[in-house]
């Protein structure tokens, strides 16, 4: 069966930008993920939806923000793009969120 | 944020050779979870643990889920050129209302021909 798509793979921004990321997870599988990877931090947890709602929530600032449509598909929103916004931004899915996470190739952000 | 402790950050093999990594945390998980990263690509889950004290075996890599549910180990047995890349633990708490992973900063394996 298909794995989790990430769409774009590779985007580059300029500061004070807002970008759009994608992901689809597998089919049925209810909660989707997102994590940042950075060298120094390594990866962080942003949030988690599942059937549409925001479950959980990382310590990062309200400028990521989220959301999850009804056939499970989400975007993340990244606004006012810094520097430091630059990284791996990775999507996982999972039927429930209780067993583990099928991760996707990642969406790489670069911010100039 | 929390994260799971893992060290060294780098490792060297001889190809054929067994190879240990452990993961450490000061906190409880009911989830243990090892993913391999290649280059570009996102982490991949090689092995998931489910129960404290439990052993399990993927083809040449064995995990353990520690008897505190504060640690786990992964080995790799006669390592091959393929095993090459970055290797993290994750611990989760595996219920509804709280089902992130606490991710290590992963120890990067290169193995010699």
């Known amino acids: 069966k298909a794995g989790v798509t990430q769409t774009p793979r590779y985007l580059i921004k300029t500061r004070g930008q807002q970008v759009t990321l994608s992901c689809s997870p597998i089919?049925?599988?209810?909660?989707v993920s997102w994590y940042q990877q950075t060298p120094g931090q390594g990866l962080q947890f942003l949030f988690e939806?599942?059937?549409?709602?925001?479950?959980n929530k990382g310590n990062f600032p309200g400028r990521f923000s989220g959301r999850q449509f009804s056939n499970s598909r989400s975007e993340m929103n990244v606004s006012t793009l810094e520097l430091g916004d630059s990284a791996l931004y990775l999507c996982?899915?999972?039927?429930?969120?209780?067993?583990?996470?099928?991760f996707g190739s990642g969406t790489r952000l670069t911010v100039v | 944020g929390q994260q799971l402790n893992q060290s060294p950050q780098s490792m060297f093999i001889q190809e054929g050779e067994d190879v240990s990594m452990n993961c450490t945390s000061s906190s409880i998980f009911n989830t243990w979870l090892w993913y391999k990263q290649d280059p570009g690509e996102g982490p991949v889950l090689l092995i998931a643990l489910y129960k404290a004290g439990e052993l399990t075996s993927n083809g040449r890599l064995t995990a353990q889920f520690g008897i505190t549910r504060k640690d786990s180990f992964l080995n790799i047995s006669a390592s091959i050129p393929s095993d090459v890349g970055i290797y993290f633990c994750a611990g989760q708490l595996s219920t509804g209302a709280n089902s992130k992973l606490t991710f290590g900063k992963g120890i990067t394996l290169s193995v010699r021909p």
């Open positions: 996982a899915s999972s039927v429930t969120g209780i067993y583990g996470y099928t």
């Open positions: 939806y599942f059937s549409e709602t925001q479950r």
């Open positions: 089919s049925g599988h209810r909660s």
